[in-house]
Nanobody
Framework: QVQLVESGGGLVQAGGSLRLSCAISGRTFGVYNMGWFRQAPGKEREFVASVTWNTGNTYYADPVKGRFTISRDSRKNTVYLQMNSLKPEDTAVYYC?????????????????WGQGTQVTVSS
């Protein structure tokens, strides 16, 4: 059973930075790519960023391009999301996800595994 454990959320002022971490365990075969989705109050879950595990190729949603950076540490089986220049509209629960699709699918309904989510709140 694949497990995803997130950390790093919190409260930050607009313009500030946060780094989210997600450790994956229980994966015993195949290649699972990883990424982040988010869900703001009253809105659907949306794709934020993903990384293809073998190549390191990264993909971003337009609202976060140039501000967020996704990376992975293969030795630690961990993925990170560095979030800079945060805006109030970035406030959401952020979910770490993993799926064998390459690149990671951007539709929440198609994602295989989800973390428990971590709250990010950006104050104005």
């Amino acid at each position: 059973q694949v497990q995803l454990v997130e950390s790093g959320g919190g409260l930050v002022q607009a313009g500030g930075s946060l780094r989210l971490s997600c450790a994956i365990s229980g994966r015993t075969f195949g290649v699972y790519n990883m990424g982040w989705f988010r869900q703001a109050p009253g809105k659907e879950r949306e794709f934020v960023a993903s990384v293809t595990w073998n190549t390191g190729n990264t993909y971003y949603a337009d609202p976060v391009k140039g501000r967020f950076t996704i990376s992975r540490d293969s030795r630690k089986n961990t993925v990170y999301l560095q979030m800079n220049s945060l805006k109030p509209e970035d406030t959401a629960v952020y979910y770490c996800v993993t799926d064998p699709s390459t690149p990671l699918v951007r539709s929440a309904q198609l994602i295989s595994y989800w973390g428990q989510g971590t709250q990010v709140t950006v104050s104005s």
